[in-house]
DNA sequence: GACCAGGCACATC
DNA sequence: GATGTGCATGGT
């Protein structure tokens, strides 16, 4: 297995430092965490940004609006109807068990909270492991559909299937850093939306899709 | 016009 | 337990 420290240090040069989440609060990453499932980021900014114009992006503003006005507000993210009854759940949620800027979590232990936010409507694990790292700074790797792609490109997925297993094979073979986890996860999605597209048709370059010079893999 | 994007819940077999 | 389907917008 190629050392996935080398891995990261090679995004890293390449990219430089992700700085992530894209937020401006804790809060605002849980929104996002909801807003982006399935959903190109550029959409989600959008959404954010009406929530902003409508001085909604606070809990208490989320919880007093009807579904269809937050569903109108996020519309430019997709699945508008869906999206607005799960950030309503996990409002909800942070709101009431987590109390004033989520204080009361941090006498909760990972698993436990992880476990949690599981049981929320709408909450899967790549969701609540976004919120788990980027929002309540937890040592958590989170997984997602480019992290699959790009392991399974590399050839450094060791046979893994489903999110716990991608999970552990990260985890495994990496030190226990939130710094690390955090920044390695922007990189791979860094890296994903660039260059790694769900149709690799170039044998040359297999992490680039649009190539046509090289012939079509079969 | 087809494809893609930082998933998830639910139905069906 | 595995597989299929609905949910939807905006950019390339």
């Known amino acids: 297995m190629q050392d996935l420290l080398q891995i990261y240090k090679t995004l ?3 990219f430089g430092y992700r700085n992530w989440w894209p937020a ?24 954010l940004a009406n929530l902003r114009r409508a001085e909604a992006l606070n809990p208490e503003a989320i919880l007093n609006m009807r579904n269809e006005e937050l569903a109108e ?3 430019p993210a997709g699945y ?9 759940s996990l409002v909800e949620f942070l709101h009431h068990q987590g109390g004033r800027g989520m204080r009361r979590f941090a006498a909760i232990s990972d698993s436990e909270l992880r476990q949690r936010l599981l049981s ?30 790009i392991s399974q490109r590399l050839g450094i997925d ?11 094979l990260f985890v495994t073979h990496l030190p226990l850093d939130i710094d690390l986890y955090n920044d ?6 860094s890296l994903g939306a660039t260059y790694c597209k769900p149709r690799p048709i170039c044998v040359q370059c297999p992490l680039e899709p649009r190539c046509r010079k090289f012939g079509v893999e079969s």
């Open 184 to 189: 390695f996860h922007a990189q791979l999605v």
């Open 158 to 168: 060791e046979g893994c299937d489903g999110y716990q297993e991608f999970q552990s």
């Open 12 to 14: 890293l040069k390449h």
């Open 73 to 75: 507000l996020i519309r």
């Open 24 to 47: 401006r609060t804790n809060f605002e990453v849980c929104v996002g965490a909801i807003l982006t499932q399935n959903t190109a980021w550029r959409n989600v900014r959008l959404a």
């Open 120 to 149: 929320v409507k709408g909450v899967g694990p790549e969701t609540a492991d976004s919120i788990l790292l980027y929002a309540l700074k937890r040592p958590i790797f989170v997984i997602d559909a480019y992290t699959i792609r």
């Open 80 to 88: 508008y109807n869906l999206k607005a009854s799960r950030l309503k």
